[in-house]
């Protein structure tokens, strides 16, 4: 990944922790996840548990940063595949789950809705119907291996995150887990160009969903027979929502290159015969 290139190993093994960290914090929280950065940053490095915090919220935890690395892997990949889908849904859903309608590593085997809270508007959506799955997300497959492309501007990368993300989450082709796959697959356009991850902030939680629900009221839920994104105004908000999140690892990937920077200063001082 090209973000990676000019930087010693200590340090490029160091600024991927730190997106591992901030990436698992961030989309874990807004799941409902109660360890905090620090304590996410803990349990990954050690290897021990927060007292008093739910077992759920580590393995959580530990799944997402996983699931982190495998994309990280796939990124080196010429094509995406259901299989890696389906390890990345087996990894974030990291429980031993008995029933036959919450399948762990297969796409949802009943339909699924949400309710819609926009302005003064109240409304149930349902996703897609759960018989279309495989053939839609051989569609949305297609659609991300043709936006992942080695050259591509920060400004085209935001509009595939964008469009690869509300189309994800509006089929929502798993029971559960379909934000946290959403904010990880819809990122491989960016790490095949060599820019970082979109992490979106946890805080920021409100205006993530209500940008979703806005895009899902106006354009309804993907079928055979529709589209698989609807371009216009809502994903350009959307794009732009991103934008600012973006600045988070943008600015760790920053700092990295300036300690570099002054390492690589320092040393080339220290062999500089006049001294
Ligand atoms: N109105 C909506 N239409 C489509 N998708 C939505 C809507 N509201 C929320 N979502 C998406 O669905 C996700 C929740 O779905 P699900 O519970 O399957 O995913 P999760 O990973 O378990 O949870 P979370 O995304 O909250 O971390 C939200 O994070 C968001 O990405
Ligand atoms: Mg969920």
Partial sequence: MKFLDGLSEDIKKNLLEQLRVLWTHASTAIEGNTLSLGETAFVLSEGLTIRGKPLKDHRDIEGHA???????????KDEITVEDVFELH?????????DVY???GAWKKENNAVNIAVGDQQRMLEFSNFWEIPQLMERWLHLLNAEMQPHKEPEDLLKSYARLHLSFVAIHPFWDGNGRIARLLSNLPCLKAGYPPIIIENERRYDYLTAIGEYQLAHGTPSLNTELIHEGDLVNRF??????????????????????????????????PSL
Avoid: G, M, N
């Fill in 66 to 76: 996983r699931a982190v690395d495998l994309v990280f892997a796939l990124v080196k």
């Fill in 90 to 98: 087996r990894l974030v859903i990291d429980e031993q789950i008995l």
């Fill in 102 to 104: 919450k399948p762990v």
């Fill in 239 to 272: 794009s732009s929502f991103c934008e600012e999140c973006w600045q988070q690892s943008l600015s760790l990937v920053e700092q990295a290159h300036a300690l570099q920077q002054s390492r690589d200063y320092t040393i080339s001082q220290s062999r500089d």
